[in-house]
């Protein structure tokens, strides 16, 4: 039928649509080698008998496999002409990709199955003054919106379109923003400045009017935003942006409200004892690997072996 792609058309397009060029293949590298070791470690704490959620896993591999179909498969070819791909793109690098990936606990992870020198390296990284600066949730919270804010609103996206290596750049800033405010706003990972669940609903509701309004003022725009955009699909771009900082936070409120309520249960359960909290036993590790770092390599009282 005419104006129909047929199923091997569309086949055909989702195989050959997925770039092949030297940065896809840098990444899809990367991606790699992150997702082998973590898969790696996962194994070897299940080999010392100890407890490593497959969900954590799954959850981490996944994001992995969010940031190089953002990347490398089709959408990103068309995300080159296509505003509303564009955002759908950087949605996916700067929301759906850190959220998976930070509930991975890939810090904890590393703290507990990684070799001692790897476990120095990392427990120093996550208690030193860097890590204090950069993952301060205002700083964190401030970088995304600004980002946005910053890339949509002003000739950055233009310049984008048409120089690849700034376009590299907007999109490896904003997976390294969102990775930022995620591990913040929702991962299990322990990091300098702690957000207890009740403060984390409160940070994920903030987020939620920046999102929107930028949104609506795309939606709302009179012309493209670019020379080679349509109007009709900027508007669209402003709407899945608009839908899609209401609905997406909404759900991370949802998943942060039970996991809140869960380890409540659990402390009654166990007559109030804190030792059943995630956030507190990632501390526990924290603290415990950062000791030993003081006192000159001693193991840390994880129960962790070095190899």
């Known amino acids: 039928m005419l104006g129909v792609t047929s199923p091997p058309g569309i086949a055909h397009h989702l195989i050959a ?14 991606l790699a080698c992150l ?11 299940r080999r010392l008998e100890r407890i490593w959620s497959p969900w954590r896993t799954a959850s981490f591999l ?3 496999g969010v940031v190089e179909v953002a990347i490398a498969s089709p959408l990103a070819s068309s995300a080159r002409s296509l505003f509303s791909t ?16 930070a509930l991975g606990s890939p810090i904890r ?3 507990q199955a990684a070799p001692r ?5 990392v427990a120093r990284g996550a208690s030193g003054h860097v890590a204090r600066a950069i993952t301060h949730p205002v ?4 970088v995304l919106a600004v980002s946005a804010y910053a890339y949509f609103l002003t000739p950055l996206y233009r310049l984008s379109m048409h120089h690849a290596p700034l376009l590299v750049a907007v999109e490896a800033e904003f997976l390294a923003a969102g990775c930022l405010f995620w591990w913040t706003a929702i991962g299990v990972d322990e990091l300098p400045h702690h957000l207890s669940e009740p403060v984390k609903l409160l940070y994920l509701g903030v987020t939620i009017p920046p999102g929107a309004f930028l949104g609506i003022d795309i939606l ?9 955009d349509t109007l009709a699909d900027t508007h669209l771009g402003g709407a899945v942006l608009w839908g899609f900082a209401d609905l997406y936070t909404l759900a991370a409120l949802g998943l942060v409200y039970v996991r809140w309520m869960r380890d409540e249960d659990r402390r009654e359960l166990m007559g109030g004892s804190p030792d059943v909290d995630l956030v507190d036993e990632a501390e526990r590790i924290v603290a415990a690997a950062a000791a030993g770092l003081e006192q000159g390599g001693k193991r840390p009282e994880t129960g962790a072996t070095s190899p």
């Open 17 to 30: 649509g997925w770039r092949a060029d030297g940065e896809a293949w840098c990444v899809l590298a990367v």
């Open 35 to 45: 997702g082998i070791g973590y898969a790696f470690w996962a194994a070897r704490i």
């Open 62 to 64: 996944t994001g992995l």
């Open 86 to 101: 564009r955002v759908v793109q950087l949605a996916l690098l700067a929301d759906v990709a850190p959220t998976l990936l």
């Open 109 to 111: 992870l590393t703290l």
């Open 117 to 121: 020198r790897v476990r120095r390296f």
């Open 139 to 142: 700083l964190t919270l401030g």
């Open 220 to 228: 709302n725009t009179l012309r493209p935003l670019a020379s080679g």
